[in-house]
């Protein structure tokens, strides 16, 4: 491997425009080598002097590409995954790290056969709300938790006629791993879910809600995401024996890069919508606690070092299987209205 990491791009939607180029671009440590998109002009838009290629066997064959990040629909996730290992790439997907439990497992089979990294782009464990909910439960200032609720809320009354709302799972499989992972890092591997998803926008192609219960020994948790609230703000509310914290508003990285700003410099995430923490205490007022920036670029340096090898993977494998197969057993659930026992 050459010095830089070269990256290959399978894919040029949301994901690679916002997500992934960019970051990329940023790097002191990657650089971005080809990108496979069928419509050059809109990459070139972004990125003039961008390397565009019109299929993935070309990407794969470029030597000087260590790294394929799968940005693709997902139904290609596993077979352009498969394709990279096999062509001696690291690989890093987009979620859902697959369609099914059991892809996610030859994923993983593959992987180690070829002893190459593979990895699942669950960036929302950097976001800004996330990982000041991390410092707040790690330095003890909510107690025990006895519940949390986690909402990825939009107010998209119209439904678009796009691949991913067309997608089977819908807004499950879209963005129940990033509430799901979430959920994972904080508590573990839950013993059940009890889950109702449904499609409640008229002549809309897939799910567009979703309300999930993690049953654990002494705490449960609630992941929601509806298309139809417009007062969405609401994004954390977690509650314990020592006080509460209700976070309004989303992470800005996304809307940051969209909009065509690089992520760089020190104020990169900052998100200006602090938490509320209101102590257990009676008659102790709410407590403004400041948000930790939110910083992607945390995850692509913990990357970076990793390929090398001087650092562990920042999501394993492993853990991407563990989301896959609650998001399974959440659609069981709501398949069959009963909770299903992970």
């Given at each position: 491997?050459?010095?830089?990491?070269?990256?290959?791009?399978?894919?040029?939607?949301?994901?690679?425009?916002?997500?992934?180029?960019?970051?990329?671009?940023?790097?002191?440590?990657?650089?971005?080598?080809?990108?496979?998109?069928?419509?050059?002009?809109?990459?070139?838009?972004?990125?003039?002097?961008?390397?565009?290629?019109?299929?993935?066997?070309?990407?794969?064959?470029?030597?000087?590409?260590?790294?394929?990040?799968?940005?693709?629909?997902?139904?290609?996730h596993a077979e352009h995954a498969l394709a990279a290992l096999e062509a001696d790439k690291h690989v890093l997907i987009d979620k859902p790290f697959a369609t099914s439990v059991a892809d996610?497992?030859?994923?993983?089979?593959?992987?180690?056969?070829?002893?190459?990294?593979?990895?699942?782009?669950?960036?929302?464990?950097?976001?800004?709300?996330?990982?000041?909910?991390?410092?707040?439960?790690?330095?003890?200032?909510?107690?025990?938790?006895?519940?949390?609720?986690?909402?990825?809320?939009?107010?998209?009354?119209?439904?678009?006629?796009?691949?991913?709302?067309?997608?089977?799972?819908?807004?499950?499989?879209?963005?129940?791993?990033?509430?799901?992972?979430?959920?994972?890092?904080?508590?573990?591997?839950?013993?059940?879910?009890?889950?109702?998803?449904?499609?409640?926008?008229?002549?809309?192609?897939?799910?567009?809600?979703?309300?999930?219960?993690?049953?654990?020994?002494?705490?449960?948790?609630?992941?929601?995401?509806?298309?139809?609230?417009?007062?969405?703000?609401?994004?954390?509310?977690?509650?314990?024996?020592?006080?509460?914290?209700?976070?309004?508003?989303?992470?800005?990285?996304?809307?940051?890069?969209?909009?065509?700003?690089?992520?760089?410099?020190?104020?990169?995430?900052?998100?200006?919508?602090?938490?509320?923490?209101?102590?257990?205490?009676?008659?102790?007022?709410?407590?403004?606690?400041?948000?930790?920036?939110?910083?992607?670029?945390?995850?692509?340096?913990?990357?970076?070092?990793?390929?090398?090898?001087?650092?562990?993977?920042?999501?394993?494998?492993?853990?991407?299987?563990?989301?896959?197969?609650?998001?399974?057993?959440?659609?069981?659930?709501?398949?069959?209205?009963?909770?299903?026992?992970?």
């Amino acid at each position: 491997m050459s010095q830089m990491i070269g990256v290959g791009l399978i894919g040029y939607g949301l994901g690679g425009r916002a997500f992934h180029a960019p970051y990329v671009e940023a790097s002191p440590e990657m650089t971005l080598r080809g990108i496979v998109s069928r419509d050059p002009a809109k990459v070139h838009a972004d990125l003039p002097h961008a390397r565009v290629v019109a299929d993935v066997t070309a990407l794969l064959a470029d030597a000087e590409i260590d790294l394929v990040v799968v940005s693709s629909p997902d139904e290609l996730h596993a077979e352009h995954a498969l394709a990279a290992l096999e062509a001696d790439k690291h690989v890093l997907i987009d979620k859902p790290f697959a369609t099914s439990v059991a892809d996610a497992r030859r994923l993983v089979e593959a992987s180690e056969r070829s002893e190459r990294l593979l990895t699942v782009f669950h960036n929302r464990r950097w976001d800004a709300d996330f990982r000041t909910l991390r410092a707040l439960l790690a330095d003890g200032r909510l107690g025990e938790v006895a519940t949390m609720e986690s909402r990825f809320d939009r107010w998209r009354p119209e439904p678009a006629s796009t691949w991913k709302e067309a997608r089977p799972g819908g807004s499950w499989i879209d963005l129940g791993p990033h509430l799901v992972d979430q959920a994972l890092v904080l508590f573990g591997r839950p013993l059940a879910i009890s889950a109702d998803i449904a499609t409640l926008r008229q002549g809309a192609q897939g799910p567009d809600y979703f309300q999930a219960t993690l049953r654990y020994a002494d705490k449960r948790v609630t992941l929601h995401s509806s298309k139809l609230v417009a007062a969405h703000d609401l994004r954390f509310a977690v509650h314990g024996t020592g006080g509460s914290w209700i976070k309004h508003g989303i992470d800005p990285q996304e809307a940051a890069t969209v909009a065509g700003r690089r992520p760089e410099g020190d104020g990169w995430g900052h998100d200006p919508l602090d938490g509320m923490l209101t102590p257990g205490d009676v008659g102790t007022a709410p407590i403004r606690i400041p948000n930790l920036n939110g910083d992607y670029r945390l995850f692509w340096s913990a990357l970076a070092a990793a390929i090398r090898g001087e650092a562990p993977n920042p999501v394993s494998p492993h853990e991407a299987i563990a989301v896959m197969e609650v998001l399974d057993a959440g659609a069981r659930s709501a398949a069959t209205r009963f909770e299903v026992v992970l």
